[in-house]
């Protein structure tokens, strides 16, 4: 993995692993609509097992992109997030720009995600419904409950 690191007045996007606190991600998650859906030993394992970007003001976690990747083949985007204290004022885009060209993502070939209504957010990005949607399948498996 390669350092990245960026700053934005107060605030700096890393995915310096030594600054990634999993306990804050899975208290900003729970906060999220999805939070519910997700036990928080699922949320743990879920970043323990990802490239993940954090944002920082000072100490205090206000934001997260958690990638699931090869680094090359394909790269599918979850737990999306910018503490509401910080919303639309541009660093959402900023931090999934910074993630998209960091070094290690240099190759990457495919980016995959889903959202529920965030679409225009993810075009301004470069993404859009999937060209060929019957090639794209699925099997989901809820998860666990307790
Ligand atoms: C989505 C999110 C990360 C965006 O962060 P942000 O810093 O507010 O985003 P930006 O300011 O860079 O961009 C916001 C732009 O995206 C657009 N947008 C589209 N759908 C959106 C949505 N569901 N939520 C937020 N913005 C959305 C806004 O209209 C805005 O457009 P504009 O710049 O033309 O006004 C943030 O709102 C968030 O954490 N939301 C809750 C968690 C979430 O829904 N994550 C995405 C899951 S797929």
């Given at each position: 993995m390669i350092l990245h690191e960026v700053k934005r007045g107060d605030l700096l996007l890393t995915n310096d692993p030594e600054k990634v606190d999993i306990d804050a991600l899975c208290d900003l998650v729970a906060k999220q609509y999805w939070?519910?859906?997700?036990?928080?030993?699922?949320?743990r394992r879920a970043f323990e097992n990802s490239y993940t970007f954090v944002l920082l003001q000072g100490?205090?976690?206000?934001?997260?992109?958690?990638?699931?990747?090869?680094?090359?083949?394909?790269?599918?985007?979850?737990?999306?997030?910018?503490?509401?204290?910080?919303?639309?004022?541009?660093?959402?885009?900023?931090?999934?720009?910074?993630m998209m060209t960091s070094p290690d993502m240099a190759e990457?070939?495919?980016?995959?995600?889903?959202?529920?209504?965030?679409?225009?957010?993810?075009?301004?990005l470069g993404f859009s419904a999937p060209g060929h949607p019957e090639w794209v399948m699925e099997k989901v498996i809820p998860y666990p409950t307790e």
């Amino acid at each position: 993995m390669i350092l990245h690191e960026v700053k934005r007045g107060d605030l700096l996007l890393t995915n310096d692993p030594e600054k990634v606190d999993i306990d804050a991600l899975c208290d900003l998650v729970a906060k999220q609509y999805w939070g519910p859906n997700r036990l928080r030993r699922t949320t743990r394992r879920a970043f323990e097992n990802s490239y993940t970007f954090v944002l920082l003001q000072g100490e205090k976690m206000v934001g997260c992109v958690r990638v699931v990747t090869d680094f090359v083949t394909a790269a599918y985007i979850e737990d999306v997030i910018v503490d509401d204290s910080l919303r639309g004022r541009g660093i959402g885009q900023w931090m999934m720009r910074e993630m998209m060209t960091s070094p290690d993502m240099a190759e990457q070939h495919r980016w995959l995600l889903m959202t529920a209504d965030a679409q225009t957010f993810y075009e301004k990005l470069g993404f859009s419904a999937p060209g060929h949607p019957e090639w794209v399948m699925e099997k989901v498996i809820p998860y666990p409950t307790e």
